[in-house]
């Protein structure tokens, strides 16, 4: 014997579409555009600066003796989109699960839905960046900023942390 259910509303076809909508679709966070990109790759993938004669005078006459030996000055490594993302990622994946139910349904668009995720992401990884402390500024670069954090100083860089919704 079998239990037979009638409903009155067929929802299948509407999630199914939803689903189809929603796959494929993605968030891109990260320091997008302007100035502020430049900056950010530097430090999320480090560098080295070659040093010219008129550098070395500069950082000479500021205190900063370099020998003669020194060809470059290096910009560390400091992954903090790649790391935040991964530090955040469980956290953002399941308080945005929580709204799949509802986009899957149509009650929330896939638009809203990715704007949430881009919006909770790009909020942890500012957190991060603000949070991070190695590696370490080099002395002269702390005592010139004011700060030990390595990513903080205008907060322009951290303020270009944002979100776009991808294809």
Known sequence: MGVRIKTKFNRLPEIRHNAEALNGTS?????????????AGIHEYGCNIEITPKMRAWLHYNGLHVK???KYIKIPERAFLRNGYDENRDTVVKKSSTLLPDVLEGKISIEAFLDFVGTILSSKIRVYVRNLSSPPNH???TERKGSSNPLVDTGNMIDGINWQRGS
């Open 139 to 141: 002395p002269f670069t």
């Open 27 to 39: 968030v891109q966070v990260g320091v997008l555009e302007g100035e502020n990109a430049w900056l």
């Open 68 to 70: 003669d030996s020194t």
